[in-house]
C-alpha cells in the first residue's frame, strides 16, 4: 500500500493544502493521504502558531467528507519540536515492508533538506513528492546529490499542480478584514470568523 504524509502548521489549511494532496494522491495512485498538523516546527520557533485545538478542528472540518484523506496528531501530541525524520519513523513502524510512505513537501523545502534532522535516515525511509511552489526555482538534485548521496532515486519532482495559496496570506487578510471565502473551505471560512482566529494580531 502507498500512503502519501503532508505535514504542516496548517495554519490555517486551505484550498491549496487540498489541491496538492489530491493531485498527488491521483498521480501516484496513493491509497490514502495523511495530514500531520505539527506541535511546534523547529523552522518556525520565533512565530507565534495557533493553539492546536483550532488547528485540528479546521482540518477535521476540511478533510470530513474526504474518504481518501486522513487525519493523525501524532506531532500535536509529541512534546518538543516537531522533525519529519519521528514522525515517519513513527509511521514506518506501523506498516509492513512492502508498504511505502510518499512524504509530500514544497520544492523550495526540498532544497533546504541538507539542514533538516537526520536527511540521509529520512530518505531511506520514504520517498519525497516535491511539488511546485511560485517564486521558487526547480531543485537542482545534482547540487542535492552532494549533500545527501542517493537522493535522486528517492525524490519525485512534480510539475502540478501550481497553486499560488499561503496560510500567511491568508493570515493577512483576516488582520485587514477581506474575504478569504476563495482560499479555504466555507467551513474553514466560518470557523475561522465564529472563533475570531486572527484577527488579534498582526500577520506574519
Given at each position: 500500500?502507498?500512503?502519501g504524509v503532508?505535514?504542516?502548521?496548517?495554519?490555517?489549511?486551505?484550498?491549496?493544502h487540498?489541491?496538492?494532496a489530491?493531485?498527488?494522491?491521483?498521480?501516484l495512485?496513493?491509497?490514502?493521504?495523511?495530514?500531520?498538523?505539527?506541535?511546534?516546527?523547529w523552522?518556525k520557533t520565533?512565530r507565534l502558531?495557533t493553539?492546536?485545538?483550532?488547528?485540528?478542528e479546521?482540518?477535521?472540518?476540511?478533510?470530513a467528507?474526504?474518504?481518501?484523506f486522513?487525519l493523525s496528531t501524532?506531532?500535536?501530541?509529541?512534546a518538543?519540536?516537531s522533525?519529519?525524520?519521528d514522525?515517519i519513523?513513527?509511521?514506518?513502524?506501523?506498516?509492513?515492508?512492502d508498504d511505502?510512505?510518499?512524504?509530500?513537501l514544497?520544492q523550495?523545502?526540498l532544497?533546504?533538506l541538507?539542514q533538516?534532522r537526520?536527511?540521509?535516515?529520512l530518505i531511506?525511509l520514504?520517498?519525497?513528492?516535491?511539488?511546485?511552489r511560485?517564486g521558487?526555482?526547480?531543485p537542482?538534485?545534482?547540487?542535492?546529490?552532494?549533500?545527501?548521496?542517493?537522493?535522486?532515486?528517492r525524490?519525485?519532482?512534480?510539475?502540478?499542480p501550481?497553486?499560488?495559496?499561503s496560510?500567511?496570506?491568508?493570515?493577512e487578510r483576516?488582520v485587514?478584514?477581506?474575504s478569504?471565502r476563495?482560499?479555504?473551505?466555507?467551513a474553514v471560512?466560518?470557523?475561522?470568523k465564529e472563533?475570531?482566529?486572527y484577527?488579534?494580531?498582526?500577520?506574519?
Amino acid at each position: 500500500m502507498n500512503i502519501g504524509v503532508l505535514g504542516g502548521t496548517f495554519d490555517p489549511v486551505h484550498n491549496g493544502h487540498l489541491i496538492v494532496a489530491e493531485v498527488v494522491r491521483a498521480r501516484l495512485n496513493l491509497a490514502e493521504v495523511i495530514f500531520v498538523p505539527a506541535g511546534q516546527p523547529w523552522l518556525k520557533t520565533d512565530r507565534l502558531i495557533t493553539p492546536a485545538k483550532h488547528r485540528l478542528e479546521m482540518l477535521r472540518l476540511s478533510l470530513a467528507d474526504k474518504p481518501y484523506f486522513k487525519l493523525s496528531t501524532m506531532e500535536i501530541e509529541r512534546a518538543g519540536s516537531s522533525y519529519t525524520i519521528d514522525t515517519i519513523v513513527e509511521l514506518r513502524a506501523k506498516l509492513t515492508p512492502d508498504d511505502e510512505l510518499f512524504f509530500i513537501l514544497g520544492q523550495d523545502n526540498l532544497a533546504q533538506l541538507p539542514q533538516w534532522r537526520e536527511p540521509s535516515r529520512l530518505i531511506q525511509l520514504c520517498y519525497l513528492v516535491a511539488v511546485p511552489r511560485p517564486g521558487s526555482p526547480r531543485p537542482n538534485l545534482k547540487t542535492l546529490e552532494t549533500s545527501l548521496p542517493g537522493i535522486s532515486q528517492r525524490v519525485m519532482l512534480m510539475d502540478e499542480p501550481h497553486v499560488d495559496i499561503s496560510a500567511s496570506e491568508i493570515r493577512e487578510r483576516v488582520v485587514r478584514g477581506l474575504s478569504i471565502r476563495h482560499l479555504v473551505p466555507e467551513a474553514v471560512n466560518k470557523y475561522i470568523k465564529e472563533n475570531r482566529l486572527y484577527v488579534a494580531r498582526k500577520a506574519c
